[in-house]
């Protein structure tokens, strides 16, 4: 009887998943937003006690998609490694010509959302969104931009800006940099006129006074945020960059469905919540087929407008 309890006991145990030690890979360098997305995740999974330990690796380069190659080719079949992306992303693979796309992993949901801003240093002589514009028109060469890498949301942005202003968009002067961390020492170094990323990177900058926030992408003003949108200042532009969670190749369903339950459950979590509060992120929460269908649309889309603005062929 002793025997058979035990071996029922051990069944038992063996029976539960055990929790998984998770590394998420942040394609880019400290400091920008896929760096804050895979930091933060590591924060509420442990605190949420959906993993007991999280480890967070930079792998920077090419918009992601050195770290993308990287990821798909080293952890097939392995469910516990995760990579962040998002709309910078699908840019940089196209612009890249990258041979390995999101086709090669496993999406498991949109997480964030955030909408881009435009700033100037606070020693810039432009004052406002209507003073940078009539610069571009001016000279578009003269005008040079910071932003994240080329072909990214940044980028994309910028050359949606020149062709809504009437300024030919392969003649805009942009500076790609791999990192949010280097783009704001330019910026803040006066390296640069302007500079593009979402708005929750530069916003202890603009409230310590060293940018001006000139405009920001939403379709409408966002609440707390004083500045206009680009179509206030009679450009037709809006433009969201949002951020994604995916999994290795070559999962089966049960490892799928684990992964998506540990990523819902973080999601979902009070805590999480209070980190996009505290952040300015918006929950744009998106999981399976709903997910996957919205991801193929962007890639689609994306590669038009990267043709439109003359960043793709």
Known sequence: MKQFVLASLFAGAVAVPAMADYTIIAPANPGGGWDQTARTMQTVMQEEGISKSVQVQNVPGAGGTIGLAQFASQNKGNPDTLIVGGYVMVGAILTNNSPVSLKDVTPIARLTGEYEAIVVPA???????????????ADPGAVSWAGGSAGGTDHIAV??????????????NY???????????????????????SLGEFEAQIQAGTLRLLAVTSPERLEGVDAPTLQEAGLDVTLENWRMVA?????????????????????????????????????TYLAGPDFEAQLEQDVTSTEAILKDIGLVK
């Open 123 to 137: 020693a810039s002589p432009i004052q406002d969104i209507a003073g940078l514009i009539e610069a571009l028109k």
């Open 159 to 172: 050359g949606l800006i020149a062709k809504a202003a009437g300024v030919d968009p392969t003649k805009i």
């Open 175 to 197: 500076i790609a940099y791999s990192g949010g961390g280097e783009a704001l020492a330019a910026i803040l170094g006066n390296q640069v006129t302007a500079g593009i990323s």
């Open 247 to 283: 999994a290795a190749p070559g999962l089966s369903d049960e490892q799928k469905a684990k992964v998506t339950a540990d990523i819902e459950k973080m999601a979902k979590s009070e805590n999480w919540q209070k980190q996009l509060s505290d952040k300015g992120w918006m929950d």
